[in-house]
């Protein structure tokens, strides 16, 4: 079985930062595309950052500039860096990653993390 686990969530002023991880273990051959999505109360979920097994990335306006996702592949982890955060980043972030668990399965399936709670005060 997959599981990705995210950490580094909390509460920050606005202005401040924070830096979350997601770490995926378990039966893994290959990762390819990983991400950050986000939900706050009331909303749909929307993508935040995206990074390829290349590392090209990709953001939405609303960050472009304040947030920048990394991976190290060694450690099959994604961060997503949060910096100059606003009450409006206030949401529960999730981790997904499109894995394909076997050398002998050319399938990729899609993971979700639990999600981390980030909270920005103003």
């Known amino acids: 079985q997959v599981q990705l686990v995210e950490s580094g969530g909390g509460l920050v002023q606005a202005g401040g930062s924070l830096r979350l991880s997601c770490a995926a273990s378990g039966s893994i051959f290959r990762i390819n595309a990983m991400n950050w999505y986000r939900q706050a109360p009331g909303n749909q979920r929307e993508l935040v950052a995206t990074i390829t097994l290349g590392g090209s990335t990709n953001y939405p306006d609303s960050v472009k500039g304040r947030f920048t996702i990394s991976r190290d592949n060694a450690k099959r982890t994604v961060y997503l860096q949060m910096n100059s955060l606003k009450p409006e980043d206030t949401a529960v972030y999730y981790c997904?990653?499109?894995?394909?668990?076997?050398?002998?399965?050319?399938?990729?399936?899609?993971?979700w993390g639990q999600g981390t709670q980030v909270a920005v005060s103003s």
């Open positions: 997904n990653a499109d894995i394909q668990r076997d050398v002998s399965d050319s399938r990729w399936y899609s993971y």
